[in-house]
C-alpha cells in the first residue's frame, strides 16, 4: 500500500505539473512576438506555407471532381454484386421445414453466412474507393513538397510549410480510413451495419476528431523550428490530446443510444430474463467507454511505465481475435450446414433421415456456438495478458476443465450415434420386412420396438448421465450403490409385472402370438386384437373383451399358424362298410375343393386313418384333412352339410341306443309314446322283443 501510494503521488505530481507548463508556453510565445526578427521570420514562414497550402487544396478539389464517376462506377459494381449475393442466397430446404427450431437456426446461419459474405465482398470496392480517395491527397502531398522547395526563401518557411502539408495528409487519410467504414454517399460499400443516418453524423465528427492528430504532428515539428524548448512542447501536445479526448467524451455522449439500440439482443433471445437483463446492461455502455477514453490520456500524460503500449497491443489483438473468430465462426457453420445437409440419393436410400438430423441441428447448432465463443474468450483474455491458454493446457485446473468438457461431449456425440444407428437399423429391418411381404415378422418387430427403445434409451441416459456427473467431480458411487439397492427393492416388490414384461417379451420375441392370430389362453379362446409387453388382448365369440396378462399364461394353443387339421370323428353302425364311407368323405371333400370359396382353403384330401373303436354302440370312424390357418371351421361347418345330405342319401346308418317317437303330433295319438328297444335275452315264458310300456299321459 505504501509502494502504491508513492507513485500514485508522483503521478499526481506529473499531472499538476502539466498546467504549470502550460504558463511556460504562455511565457515564451510573448518572448518570440516581441522580437522583431522572429516575428518576421514566423510571419513570412505561416504566409508562404497558407498560400502553397491553398494552391494545393485547389488541385485536390479539382481532382476530386474529376474523380466523381470512377466512385460511381465502383458504386454500382458493388451494388450488383450484393444483388448477385442476394439473389443466390440458398433458401431453407424442404425437409428443413418440417422442423420449426432446425429451420430458425438454419435461417439464422444463412442469414449470418450471408452478412459475412456480403461484408467481404464489399472489401475490395472499399479499398478501391480508398484509394480513388487517397489519389487527390497524394496530389496535395507531391504539391506541398514541391512549392516548399520552389516557392520558399526561408529554412523556416520550407519546414513550416513541409509540416502542416504532412498535418493535412495526416488527418486526411485517418478520415478517409474512418470514413471507409460507414461511406455515408454510398451504402453498398459500407463496412459499418449502420443507418444512413448515423453514417452522416459519425463523418461529421470526424472532421473534429481528426483534427488532433494534424495538431500533434505540426507541434512536434515547429516546436524546434521555432526554438520552443521540449518543455512546452510537450505541454502543448498533452493539452491538444486532451482536448481530442473531450471531444471523444462528447461524441460517445451523443452516440449512446444508437449504440445501445444496435448492442441489443434479438427479439427471440430478448423473451428470456438473462437477456433482458443485458438488454437493460447495455444502454450504460457508454460509461466504461468515456472511463476507458480519460484513462488512456492520463496513462500516457503521466508517462506510466508501458500503459500506452500495453493498450495499443490489446486493441490489436482483441481486434484481430474478433475479426478472426467472425471467419473462423463462418467456416465452421458452413462446414456444420454441409454436415446436415442429406443428399437426395442418401434420403431416398434412407428416407426420413434429413428429418432426423434436422432434429439435432439446434442443440449442434448451440454446442458449435458455446466452443467458438469458449476459444474465443480464451484468446481475448490471453490477448489482455492473462495467461489464459497455459492456465487451460498446463494449469491442474484447466486440464481438468478441458478434459470435462471433452468427454462430456465425446459422450453425448457417442449416444445420439448408437441412439440413431439402432433405430435405422430397426427402421431398415422393419422396411425390408414390408418389402418382402413377410407382414408376420415386420409386426412382431413393430410390437417389441417400444420396449428396445425404451431400454436403449434407458442405457444411454444412465451411462451419459454417469460420465457427465463423474467428470463435473460428484463421487457416482453412492448414486449407483443407491440406485442398485432401489432397482432391486422395485424387483422384489412387483414380481408379477416384472414377471409380465419378461414373459410377454420372450412370446412377442418367439413369435408365439399376433395380433388377428385366434388363440387358446389360460382357458379363453378368441382373436387377438392387441398385444403389449405386459397383457394379451383377446375378443372371443360372444364379444367380450379379455385382458390377460403375460404371468398367466402358461401356454399359448395358436390356430392361425401353419395350417389347421379337420378330423372327422363319429360312430356308424357295425354293418356299415368302412371303406364306402371313407369314399363318400373324399368324394364330398373333392367336390367341395372344386368350389370358389373354399378350394383355395383345403390343402390335402381326405385322409382315412381307420377304425379307432368297435363295440355294442358302433364303430367309430376316424378321419381328417388340412385347411389353411384360421379357417377349419369354416371349412368344416361346409363339410358336414354336405356330408349330412349325402349320407342321408346313401342311407348310412348310425347306432341309436334308444328310439323316441313324438306321438302328440300322430293323430289319434295324444301322449308319449316311448319304447325302449331292448337287446337283452329274453326270460324263460316270455317273448324276445320290446316290452309294451303303459303310456304316461303327459
Known amino acids: 500500500m505504501s509502494s502504491l501510494r508513492d507513485r500514485l503521488l508522483v503521478q499526481a505530481q506529473h499531472f499538476v505539473a502539466l498546467f504549470g507548463d502550460l504558463v511556460f508556453v504562455a511565457h515564451w510565445t510573448h518572448t518570440v512576438f516581441t522580437d522583431q526578427q522572429s516575428r518576421g521570420i514566423m510571419l513570412d514562414a505561416v504566409g508562404r506555407a497558407t498560400f502553397i497550402l491553398l494552391i494545393a487544396l485547389m488541385a485536390e478539389h479539382v481532382i476530386s471532381l474529376l474523380l466523381r464517376r470512377p466512385l460511381k462506377s465502383v458504386t454500382a459494381r458493388a451494388i450488383a454484386t450484393e444483388h ?356 408376420g415378422r415386420a409386426s412382431r418387430l413393430r410390437t417389441v420396438l417400444p420396449i428396445i427403445k425404451t431400454v436403449l434409451l434407458a442405457i444411454i441416459v444412465i451411462i451419459v448421465a454417469v460420465t457427465t456427473l463423474s467428470q463435473i467431480g460428484i463421487n457416482v458411487a453412492p448414486l449407483l450403490t443407491g440406485a442398485g439397492i432401489m432397482g432391486a427393492a422395485i424387483a422384489f416388490g412387483a414380481q408379477s409385472l416384472v414377471k409380465d414384461f419378461i414373459t410377454g417379451f420372450f412370446m412377442l420375441a418367439e413369435n408365439a402370438v399376433q395380433v388377428g392370430d385366434w388363440v387358446t389362453a389360460s382357458g379363453i379362446s378368441g382373436t387377438v386384437e392387441h398385444l403389449s409387453i405386459r397383457t394379451l388382448r383377446l375378443r372371443s365369440v360372444n364379444g367380450d373383451l379379455h385382458i390377460i396378462p403375460f404371468s398367466e399364461v402358461s401356454s399359448i394353443a395358436n390356430t392361425s399358424r401353419d395350417y389347421n387339421l379337420v378330423v372327422t370323428n363319429f360312430m356308424i353302425d357295425l354293418s356299415e362298410d368302412p371303406q364306402r364311407v371313407a369314399t363318400i368323405l373324399h368324394e364330398e371333400l373333392e367336390e367341395l375343393r372344386k368350389t370358389t370359396r373354399y378350394g383355395h382353403l383345403i390343402l390335402t384330401e381326405f385322409s382315412f386313418l381307420g377304425i379307432e373303436q368297435a363295440d355294442g354302440n358302433g364303430a367309430n370312424f376316424l378321419g381328417a384333412f388340412r385347411t389353411t390357418p384360421g379357417s377349419k371351421w369354416t371349412v368344416y361347418r361346409a363339410y358336414y352339410s354336405r356330408l349330412a345330405v349325402r349320407m342321408n342319401k346313401e342311407g348310412i346308418k348310425f347306432p341309436t341306443p334308444s328310439n323316441i317317437n313324438l306321438l302328440a303330433n300322430v293323430p289319434g295319438a295324444s301322449a308319449l309314446d316311448i319304447r325302449l328297444k331292448d337287446t337283452t335275452p329274453p326270460i324263460s315264458g316270455q317273448k324276445a322283443g320290446p316290452q309294451a310300456v303303459p303310456p304316461q299321459t303327459t
Open 84 to 439: 448477385r449475393l442476394a439473389m443466390t442466397a440458398s433458401p431453407a430446404t424442404p425437409q428443413a421445414m418440417n422442423d420449426m427450431d432446425a429451420q430458425q437456426a438454419q435461417q439464422q446461419d444463412a442469414q449470418a453466412q450471408h452478412a459475412t459474405l456480403r461484408l467481404l465482398a464489399r472489401v475490395p470496392y472499399s479499398l478501391l474507393h480508398l484509394l480513388i480517395k487517397l489519389l487527390p491527397v497524394g496530389l496535395f502531398l507531391a504539391l506541398g513538397y514541391a512549392f516548399a522547395s520552389l516557392l520558399t526563401t526561408t529554412h523556416q518557411a520550407a519546414l513550416v510549410t513541409i509540416t502542416l502539408t504532412n498535418a493535412y495528409v495526416v488527418a486526411r487519410v485517418v478520415y478517409l480510413l474512418m470514413e471507409t467504414l460507414f461511406v455515408p454517399h454510398s451504402p453498398a460499400i459500407r463496412l459499418c451495419n449502420a443507418s444512413d443516418q448515423t453514417a452522416f453524423m459519425v463523418t461529421r465528427w470526424l472532421n473534429f476528431l481528426v483534427a488532433a492528430p494534424s495538431v500533434v504532428v505540426c507541434l512536434s515539428t515547429l516546436g524546434g523550428v521555432f526554438d520552443m524548448p521540449a518543455r512546452g512542447t510537450e505541454a502543448i501536445i498533452r493539452t491538444v490530446v486532451l482536448v481530442e479526448h473531450v471531444l471523444v467524451a462528447i461524441f460517445t455522449w451523443r452516440v449512446r443510444m444508437h449504440v445501445a439500440a444496435a448492442l441489443q439482443p434479438s427479439e427471440r433471445l430478448r423473451k428470456q430474463p438473462f437477456w433482458m437483463f443485458m438488454g437493460r446492461i447495455v444502454y450504460l455502455w457508454w460509461v466504461p467507454a468515456m472511463f476507458f477514453n480519460f484513462a488512456l490520456w492520463l496513462i500516457w500524460a503521466t508517462h506510466i511505465s508501458g500503459g500506452y503500449e500495453w493498450i495499443i497491443r490489446t486493441v490489436i489483438l482483441t481486434t484481430l481475435v474478433i475479426i478472426l473468430s467472425r471467419l473462423f465462426s463462418l467456416l465452421a457453420y458452413n462446414l456444420q450446414n454441409r454436415l446436415f445437409h442429406i443428399s437426395p440419393t442418401l434420403e431416398a436410400r434412407y428416407p426420413g433421415l434429413q428429418a432426423r438430423v434436422n432434429h439435432y441441428y439446434p442443440i449442434a447448432r448451440k454446442t458449435l456456438a458455446f466452443l467458438l465463443s469458449f476459444v474465443t474468450m480464451v484468446l481475448f483474455l490471453q490477448s489482455l495478458g492473462l495467461p489464459a491458454i497455459h492456465f487451460f493446457l498446463h494449469g491442474r485446473l484447466g486440464t481438468k476443465i478441458i478434459a470435462a468438457l471433452l468427454t462430456v461431449l465425446v459422450a453425448y456425440t457417442i449416444a445420439i450415434i448408437v441412439w440413431e444407428g439402432v433405430n435405422a437399423a430397426l427402421q431398415k429391418q422393419i422396411d425390408h420386412f414390408d418389402a418382402t411381404a413377410q407382414e
